[in-house]
C-alpha cells in the first residue's frame, strides 16, 4: 500500500508542480486551471457516483461543478456567488424536476448542490490564490504543507498512536498522528517560505502551514463521514494505494479557503526568488 502511495505521488506531484510554477507566466494561469479542473471534474464524478441516481444525475452533477468551479475562480467577487448560487439552484432544479417529489429525489437534489459547491467552489481558491503576488508559491506552500501533514501524520500515527481521534468516523486515526501532521504542515511551510517566499516571516508561513494542516485533517474526516454515509471504502479506484480523486483531494479543498485568505491578508510583501 505504502509502495503504491509512493509511487502515485511520485507521478502526479512533478506534473502539478510544474502546472503550478508554469501558471504564474502564463494568462490566467491556464495551465493550473487546466489541471484543476480537470481533478473538479474527477472529483465531481465520484461524488456523483456515491449519492447520485445515474448518469443523467452524474453528466449534471459534472457539468454544474465545473460551472461553479470556473465561476468561483475567474468571475469578479460581486460575480462570483451570485453564479455559484444559481449553480446551486439548477442543481436542485434538475434533481427535482419531472415526477412527483420522493425523498430519495429530495437527497440527490441536496447532494448535488452539495458536491457542486464543495469540490467546484473550494478548488475554485487555488486559481484565485494563484492570482496573488507570489501567488504560485503560496499555492505550492498550501499544497506542500496538507502533503507533509498527511505523511506525518501516517507515520507518527504508527509509530506513536495510541488515543484515538474520531474513532466512529475514521478508526485508524489518532490524537498523536494528528498532533504529528499539524507540526509537519508548520514545518514545511516555515522551510518552504524560506527558500521561496523569502519576505514572509517563518511565523506567519509556520501559522498559514497550519491552519491549512488543521482544514485539512478536517477534510480528511470529513470525507470519511460521506463515505460512511454512502456505504463505500474509498470515493472511487483511480490513484492506486490512494483510491480515487476525492481521497486525495479532500484535505487540499478544505484547506483551500484559509490559505487564500492568508496569502490575502499577509501584510508581507509576496515577492518570490
Given at each position: 500500500?505504502?509502495?503504491?502511495?509512493?509511487?502515485?505521488?511520485?507521478?502526479?506531484?512533478?506534473?502539478?508542480?510544474?502546472?503550478?510554477?508554469?501558471?504564474?507566466?502564463?494568462?490566467?494561469?491556464?495551465?493550473?486551471?487546466?489541471?484543476?479542473?480537470?481533478?473538479?471534474?474527477?472529483?465531481?464524478?465520484?461524488?456523483?457516483?456515491?449519492?447520485?441516481?445515474?448518469?443523467?444525475?452524474?453528466?449534471?452533477?459534472?457539468?454544474?461543478?465545473?460551472?461553479v468551479?470556473?465561476?468561483?475562480?475567474?468571475?469578479?467577487?460581486?460575480?462570483?456567488?451570485?453564479?455559484?448560487?444559481?449553480?446551486?439552484?439548477?442543481?436542485?432544479?434538475?434533481?427535482?424536476a419531472?415526477?412527483?417529489?420522493?425523498?430519495?429525489?429530495?437527497?440527490?437534489?441536496?447532494?448535488?448542490?452539495?458536491?457542486?459547491?464543495?469540490?467546484g467552489?473550494?478548488?475554485?481558491?487555488?486559481?484565485?490564490?494563484?492570482s496573488l503576488?507570489?501567488?504560485?508559491?503560496?499555492?505550492?506552500?498550501?499544497?506542500?504543507?496538507?502533503?507533509?501533514?498527511?505523511?506525518?501524520?501516517?507515520?507518527s500515527?504508527?509509530?506513536?498512536?495510541?488515543?484515538?481521534?474520531?474513532?466512529?468516523?475514521?478508526?485508524?486515526?489518532?490524537?498523536?498522528?494528528?498532533?504529528?501532521?499539524?507540526?509537519?504542515?508548520?514545518?514545511?511551510?516555515?522551510?518552504?517560505?524560506?527558500?521561496?517566499?523569502?519576505?514572509?516571516?517563518?511565523?506567519?508561513?509556520?501559522?498559514?502551514?497550519?491552519?491549512?494542516?488543521?482544514?485539512?485533517?478536517?477534510?480528511?474526516?470529513?470525507?470519511?463521514?460521506?463515505?460512511?454515509?454512502?456505504?463505500?471504502?474509498?470515493?472511487?479506484?483511480l490513484?492506486?494505494?490512494?483510491?480515487?480523486?476525492?481521497d486525495?483531494?479532500?484535505?487540499?479543498?478544505?484547506?483551500?479557503?484559509?490559505?487564500?485568505?492568508?496569502?490575502?491578508?499577509?501584510?508581507?510583501?509576496?515577492?518570490?526568488r
Open positions: 500500500m505504502l509502495r503504491k502511495r509512493v509511487l502515485t505521488a511520485a507521478v502526479l506531484l512533478p506534473v502539478l508542480i510544474a502546472s503550478i510554477l508554469v501558471s504564474g507566466r502564463c494568462p490566467r494561469g491556464w495551465p493550473f486551471l487546466l489541471v484543476s479542473g480537470a481533478a473538479a471534474g474527477l472529483c465531481a464524478a465520484e461524488w456523483s457516483r456515491m449519492f447520485s441516481g445515474g448518469p443523467r444525475d452524474l453528466a449534471a452533477g459534472i457539468l454544474l461543478t465545473a460551472t468551479f470556473l465561476a468561483a475562480s475567474q468571475l469578479p467577487w460581486p460575480l462570483a456567488l451570485p453564479a455559484v448560487l444559481v449553480c446551486v439552484l439548477l442543481a436542485v432544479f434538475h434533481a427535482l419531472g415526477a412527483a417529489v420522493a425523498a430519495d429525489k429530495a437527497r440527490t437534489a441536496g447532494m448535488l448542490g452539495l458536491g457542486a459547491v464543495y469540490v467552489g473550494l478548488l475554485a481558491m487555488y486559481p484565485r490564490t494563484l503576488p507570489g501567488g504560485e508559491h503560496w499555492v505550492l506552500l498550501g499544497i506542500l504543507s496538507v502533503s507533509a501533514g498527511d505523511t506525518m501524520a501516517y507515520f500515527g504508527r509509530a506513536l498512536g495510541r488515543t484515538k481521534l474520531a474513532p466512529a468516523i475514521s478508526p485508524n486515526k489518532t490524537v498523536e498522528g494528528a498532533i504529528g501532521g499539524l507540526v509537519g504542515s508548520m514545518a514545511c511551510a516555515a522551510l518552504y517560505a524560506h527558500g521561496f517566499l523569502p519576505a514572509v516571516p517563518a511565523w506567519y508561513a509556520a501559522a498559514a502551514g497550519g491552519a491549512a494542516g488543521v482544514f485539512g485533517q478536517g477534510g480528511d474526516l470529513f470525507e470519511s463521514m460521506l463515505k460512511r454515509a454512502a456505504g463505500v471504502k474509498d470515493s472511487g479506484t490513484l492506486p494505494g490512494h483510491g480515487g480523486m476525492l486525495r483531494a479532500d484535505g487540499i479543498l478544505a484547506a483551500g479557503p484559509v490559505l487564500y485568505l492568508f496569502a490575502l491578508a499577509s501584510p508581507f510583501a509576496g515577492i518570490a
